[in-house]
């Protein structure tokens, strides 16, 4: 029930929000552009980026290029590089969103190594938002994407035959972190696999516009057809250039059942900062998982109009990438909650 005291707490913590939100951006505005990145693949990613963002080019460009940094790792589970569904097939998923509220996506797509970018040409080249599977395919190749082999990298397909022994599906937490190897090295489980990976990127560029990308290979040794949040706009990335943009990481499945992306930008047009808007999210999953919620990792990251920025995470280990110049690129160490 929403008593009287919790409605003068929630106005006190909005009203601290829109404070912050004015102190700060009124310093962060000199400091256009600015790029973040989950998990510390998001370094190089950030890089990628910054080449565009420093010349002055569009938010969308970079979130595209940046992630694509990513995509074309072999050392990393985003992209055809990553581990496989149980059986035996790279399937990919990814989003992106400009600052006038267009979007695209693809999802389960095979063979393709940019999905990120055919993800953009649906969004510029289609009346539609989304493809998958097949359809997603023959786009992507009418478009003059190659049709990539078939075959597992060789990291993948080690991992895959010491899954098989024993085909137990377990997500595990913070298992997209790489855990002090560097930016690219497989994230390793227990048993030396590594289980699975997202890069979610927000720009704001000179002009003050935003953008947002979502890549992934999704969940190691999921079932055949599983999708997660990365490719749904409004759960795993969602971005309004009044108010501000989010990408989420971690457990899709929880951000999908509360629309993650959406509500932390909601929460920030009601005048919460980022990371307080992330954190308010994160409560939410938190509050109807109960003690389930130790078992998980979910984590956002925010970026507002004014180029404020933030992350919440579910449990510690989550970190993100910052860049807003050609040196300053840096990790975060995210706040959390449990």
Known sequence: MFTRRRFL?????SIGSLLANSVQAAANKKNLPLVISTWDAGINANKGAWKVLRNGGRALDAVEQGVMVTENETGCCVG???????????TLDASIMDEHGNCGAVAFLERIKHPISVARRVMEKTPHVFLVGQGAQQFALSEGFPLE??????????????????????PQVNVERTK???????????DGSWNHDTIGMLAIDKKGNLSGSCTTSGMAFKMRGRLGDSPLIGAGLFVDNEAGACVA?????????IAGSHLVVEFMRQGYTPENAC?????????????????MQVAFIALNKAGLHGAYCVQK???YA???SDTNNRLIDAKYAL
């Open 180 to 190: 002090g190897l560097s930016a690219f090295a497989p994230n390793k489980l227990s």
């Open 322 to 324: 910052v860049c807003s």
């Open 279 to 295: 954190r308010l999210a994160i409560q939410r999953i938190i509050k109807r998982n109960g003690p389930k919620a130790r078992d």
């Open 149 to 170: 082999p078939q075959a597992l990298s060789k990291d993948a397909a080690k991992a895959y035959s010491e899954w098989l022994k024993t085909s137990e599906y377990k």
């Open 317 to 319: 280990g989550f970190q």
């Open 80 to 90: 055809l590089a990553g581990n496989p569904d149980r059986d035996g097939f790279v």
């Open 9 to 13: 707490q929630a106005g006190s913590l």
């Open 249 to 257: 990481t971690g457990l899709g499945e929880e951000v999908i059942k």
